[in-house]
């Protein structure tokens, strides 16, 4: 599985392997003041998280920073081989703050790298306290206001990632419609018991801006302005203790797997499904009554629309739940290992009244699920 770059991405036509691709952008503080002495990393990524660096440099003279690769070091001359380049920056602070690119122009400057103060902390009710990047201002003109900057908590167990959630949800004016069609609505970031599950966890912050960024110089594209991503890792890291064991945890599921459900053994890890399924039917070790779903690490086809609904039946009862908006996440989309693109998302869905009590459990969704890390049931 890999991250698929969304990114306009520009056919070098009759570009040569020995020509100069001058990449540029600046490094910058908390406050947005210059920053000078970062360290700033060009590197070459095959098959992530493996990776070939190219250059470093120290950005300077006011946080400016360049590189002047090769195009043969950086752009595949063959669909079989494909990568991708990463620029990365590493404070003082310990924040790492990166984009990854796919389109080489002769010259390209990417958005200013912004310093992130390290620290957060959990409060009362699981809400979230940090202190925000700051606000990034437009790096070009010629684009619709598509911008957004969002931040968000990723808690991970000893499986990998269990939950993620952002401050920023996406409301779509269509089923079809993208991120640059969307508007977008913050929100406190509160992590409710039921993400949270039972077991020791740790947690950190990431961010994701979604903006724009300059072709200069001439050659393919011009003097243009094109969407990129720019990403954020905090450098501190809290640990805690969940305290809620789903009523699922441990439940069959013969139609995904014969034998250990490999959607409810405790483990958010993806899981390649038997087939694109719509219906989950769930024997429970014990009857209950259900009253709130978190499905973790669910991938959807990327050219489907998001999930907007949920059925749910129990021991004759049946409830139709609205799926709640959709939250901004830190990776929108992956590439599969067959190169279908797929939606990554994370929900918890909280019913209006309780599930009659049952033991077997029917979960249907309106869009059909390629992998499925795990199916939560809360009484």
């Known amino acids: 599985m890999r991250r698929a770059l969304l990114l306009v991405v520009l056919a070098g036509c009759g570009a040569s392997p020995d020509d100069l691709f001058i990449l540029s952008g600046r490094t910058v503080g908390a406050d947005g003041a210059p920053l000078d002495g970062v360290d700033v990393t060009a590197a070459r990524i095959r098959f992530w998280p493996m990776q070939e660096t190219l250059r470093t440099v120290q950005s300077a003279d006011g946080g400016q920073f360049s590189f002047e ?23 003082p602070s310990g ?3 990166w984009t990854d690119l796919a389109l080489y122009p002769p010259q390209l400057k990417i958005p200013t790298l912004y310093d992130w103060p390290p620290g957060f902390t959990v409060v009362d009710g699981g809400v979230v306290a940090f202190t925000p990047i700051a606000p990034v201002g437009r790096d070009c003109t010629g684009l619709p ?7 968000a908590v990723v808690v991970t167990d000893e499986h990998g990632q269990r939950w993620q959630q952002s401050d920023l949800l996406a409301r779509h004016p269509g089923p079809d419609a993208g991120l640059a069609f969307a508007t977008f609505e913050a929100r406190p970031i509160v992590l409710h018991p039921d993400v949270l599950e039972d077991g020791p966890l740790s947690l950190s912050m990431e961010a994701k801006r979604f903006g ?12 243009e302005a094109h969407i990129i991503e720019t990403h954020w890792r ?10 809620r064991r789903p009523a699922s945890r441990g439940a069959a599921c013969p139609e995904v797997r014969a034998g250990i459900c490999p959607v409810t053994d405790a483990s958010s890890a993806p899981f390649l499904l038997p087939r694109p399924m719509l219906r989950f039917r769930l024997t429970l070790r014990d009857a209950a009554a259900i009253q709130s779903v978190v499905l973790r690490n669910v991938i959807t086809p990327y050219d489907l629309p998001h ?5 749910l039946r129990a021991g004759g009862d049946e409830q139709i739940v609205h799926v709640p908006n959709e939250q901004v996440t830190l990776t929108e989309a992956i590439a599969l290992d067959d190169d279908t693109i797929g939606r990554v998302d994370w929900k918890h869905i909280v019913l209006p009244r309780p599930l009659a009590k049952a033991q077997e459990i029917e979960l249907e969704l309106d869009t059909p699920v390629l992998q499925l890390g795990e199916i939560s049931l809360f009484e």
């Open 212 to 223: 724009c960024f300059v072709i200069a110089g001439g050659g393919v594209g011009g003097a």
């Open 145 to 151: 206001e598509t911008g957004y900057l969002a931040h």
């Open 95 to 97: 924040a790492q703050t």
């Open 69 to 91: 690769l090769v195009r043969a070091e950086i752009e595949s001359l063959s669909r079989e081989n494909l990568w991708f380049t990463r620029v990365e920056a590493s404070f």
């Open 234 to 243: 905090n450098p501190t890291v809290r640990f805690i203790a969940g305290t």
């Open 307 to 311: 999930i907007a609904r949920l059925e």
